[in-house]
């Protein structure tokens, strides 16, 4: 199998909790911001965006919340379930003018969800 | 989101040959992007492909390297060229959306061991 998780922070979480993952970012001219779910042997799967002129998105299960103030991004998953088990990662866009857009990943979290 | 396919999916190679990777879109899209995963580690952008222009590398990456085709608006080629084993990563391509814009659909990577 993969050797992802082994580098990355992890969380562990108990299955039917709510799990919250973090990440900082540090370009304050970012205006737009997204979570990725990696899966083991997968390529990232959009999960979840928000843009700079809100402090608050909801989907289903999943909240982003960004505070632009110390330049934080979280990811809430309710009641999650062992099928969310994977690697989450925050990337950030600036955009530099025209159509020259281009996402900076953060380093990732390994979320592991016990039965 | 676009269909996104990969080939090959994963390969081991002898250090000094070169390797073509394929990815293949089910829909016409303006940008294709490039990333390298090594192991346990973040995505980092190796390249941005448009058609009818030449890729743009970012910082660490050259087209000598990494040469990269852009033949139409739905394929693009990476080839990693004469490689030794610190190539060794998972080699991700993306899209931008169908209607454009910063969001950003991943393929399922090709999973690449140099020996």
């Known amino acids: 199998g993969e050797s992802v998780g082994l580098h990355l922070p992890t969380l562990s979480v108990q299955e039917g909790d709510n799990s919250i993952i973090n990440c900082a970012y540090s370009?304050?001219?970012?205006?737009?911001f997204i979570w990725y779910k990696q899966e083991s042997g997968k390529g990232p799967q959009f999960i979840i965006d928000?843009?700079?002129?809100?402090d608050k998105r909801q989907g289903q299960r999943v909240t982003v919340l960004l505070n632009k103030t110390v330049k934080h991004l979280s990811l809430q998953i309710a009641a999650t379930q062992p099928g969310d088990s994977a690697v989450y990662f925050c990337?950030?866009?600036?955009?530099?003018?025209?159509?020259?857009?281009?996402?900076?990943f953060g380093k990732g979290t390994l979320l592991t969800v016990n039965p | 989101s676009a269909v996104i396919s990969q080939k090959p999916s994963r390969d081991i190679c002898q250090r000094g040959t070169s390797l073509t990777i394929q990815c293949q879109v089910d829909?016409?899209?303006?940008?294709m992007f490039w990333y390298r995963q090594q192991p346990g580690q973040s995505l980092t952008l190796i390249a941005t492909?448009?058609?009818?222009?030449?890729?743009?590398?970012e910082s660490g990456f050259v087209i000598d390297k990494f040469p990269i085709s852009r033949p139409n608006l739905t394929f693009s080629t990476l080839t990693v060229s004469n490689m030794s084993p610190e190539d060794s990563s998972i080699y991700l391509c993306?899209?931008?959306?169908?209607?454009?814009?910063?969001?950003?659909?991943f393929g399922p990577g090709t999973r690449l061991l140099v020996l």
């Open positions: 829909s016409q899209v303006t940008m």
């Open positions: 928000i843009r700079s002129n809100m």
């Open positions: 993306s899209v931008d959306g169908t209607t454009g814009g910063e969001t950003q659909y």
């Open positions: 492909a448009n058609q009818g222009s030449e890729a743009t590398y």
């Open positions: 370009n304050s001219a970012s205006d737009y």
């Open positions: 990337a950030e866009n600036v955009n530099s003018g025209g159509s020259n857009y281009k996402l900076t």
